[in-house]
């Protein structure tokens, strides 16, 4: 008699990163609040932030809500160019439920002359940890005075993550283009004093030095890295 003799192996199975704008606003007085967003559970929402102040240094930007939690994904603060009248911050929210209409508020301590804020719903990210820290790989950030800004991570790119590039400079708008191969997801600003604000990203992606295309200007910018949700092992027997 015959045996039959079954092989029992696991298929896993990738997370796939999406990022979407869920909302913007730029203005010369500053943003006091982000009405009407609507969270979902199991998806990140990174909220780059960025101020401008044209007599000194800038204000940093705090955000809150009715049961959010917002964490600011790099040092506190972010950072800001040359002469500290530009500042870029970026923070991550992970809702353990889905509700609708809630409300961002946007606080500054400091002086500000203006104020922008871009908010992402990132769908497919490893949201485990506290407040999704774990969908955070890396993170880098830096300034400089010249053209076409760059920020390098670690070549330790993860398979099927993504990275997020904001830049902040004084362009209104920024006026910048995307690398090859990225999505150009914001480029846009205000006056008095001008400023400039910009954001893209790629997914499934191993470079780990984005590139903006733009002319000679005082910029600052922060990249990070997002971590798909992890695998899961389905048996095929």
Do not use: C, H
């Amino acid at each position: 008699m015959k045996k039959l003799i079954f092989l029992l192996f696991p298929v896993f199975s990738y997370g796939q990163i999406t990022i979407t704008e869920v909302g913007n606003g730029y203005n010369t007085l500053g943003i006091g609040s982000m009405n009407s967003v609507t969270f979902t559970a199991g998806d990140l929402y990174i909220m780059f932030a960025g101020t401008s102040n044209d007599a000194g240094t800038v204000a940093t930007v705090s955000l809150s809500g009715t049961g959010q939690t917002w964490d600011e994904i790099t040092s506190a603060g972010g950072v800001v160019n040359g002469g500290n009248r530009k500042r870029i911050q970026v923070f991550r929210y992970a809702p353990t439920s889905t509700s609708g209409s809630n409300t961002i508020n946007v606080t500054y301590t400091g002086t500000q002359d203006g104020g922008w804020v871009v908010l992402y719903k990132v769908t497919g990210a490893d949201v485990s940890g506290t407040n999704g820290a774990n969908a955070i790989v890396q993170n880098n950030l830096g300034s400089a005075n010249g053209a076409n800004p760059t920020l390098t991570l670690s070549s330790a790119i993860l398979d099927r993550g993504a990275v997020m590039f904001g830049l902040a400079n004084g362009t209104n708008p920024f006026t910048g283009t995307e690398e090859s191969g990225w999505t150009e997801a914001a480029d846009n600003g205000y006056a008095t004093p001008n400023t400039g604000a910009y954001v893209m990203y790629r997914v499934n992606t191993t470079d780990n030095t984005p590139t903006v295309t733009m002319a000679s200007d005082n910029w600052a910018g922060i990249a990070i890295e997002l971590k798909a949700s992890g695998r899961r092992a389905v048996i095929i027997n």
